[in-house]
Nanobody, 121 residues
Framework: QVQLVESGGGLVQPGGSLRLSCEASGSILSINAMAWYRQAPGKQRDMVAR???????NYANSVKGRFTISRVNAKNTVVLQMNSLKPEDTAVYYC???????????????WGQGTQVTVSS
């Protein structure tokens, strides 16, 4: 079975930093894009940042200059470094990856279970 497991969420004061990590495990043959999404209460789930297999990145306008996404291919891991956090960054953050797994002829998108990030004084 394939799993994406997030870690690193928590409570932080405005202006603070958090580092989220997500590791994909299981019978993975290859990983294409990896991304972070977030969903605040009563709102839709939106993309925060995305990194391609080649390392190209793109970000939501609301986090540009504050968040940095990176990946460690050897560890099937994607990291989101979040700086200068604001109360409006409060949400459940989900890891997402496009994976080709053993026994499959097509790539599918997998999701982690989510980790809560709360920015409050």
């Amino acid at each position: 079975q394939v799993q994406l497991v997030e870690s690193g969420g928590g409570l932080v004061q405005p202006g603070g930093s958090l580092r989220l990590s997500c590791e994909a495990s299981g019978s993975i043959l290859s990983i294409n894009a990896m991304a972070w999404y977030r969903q605040a209460p009563g709102k839709q789930r939106d993309m925060v940042a995305r990194v391609s297999s080649g390392g190209s990145t793109n970000y939501a306008n609301s986090v540009k200059g504050r968040f940095t996404i990176s990946r460690v291919n050897a560890k099937n891991t994607v990291v989101l470094q979040m700086n200068s956090l604001k109360p409006e960054d409060t949400a459940v953050y989900y890891c997402n990856a496009d994976l080709l797994v053993a026994g499959s002829f097509a790539q599918f998108t997998y999701w982690g279970q989510g980790t809560q990030v709360t920015v409050s004084s």
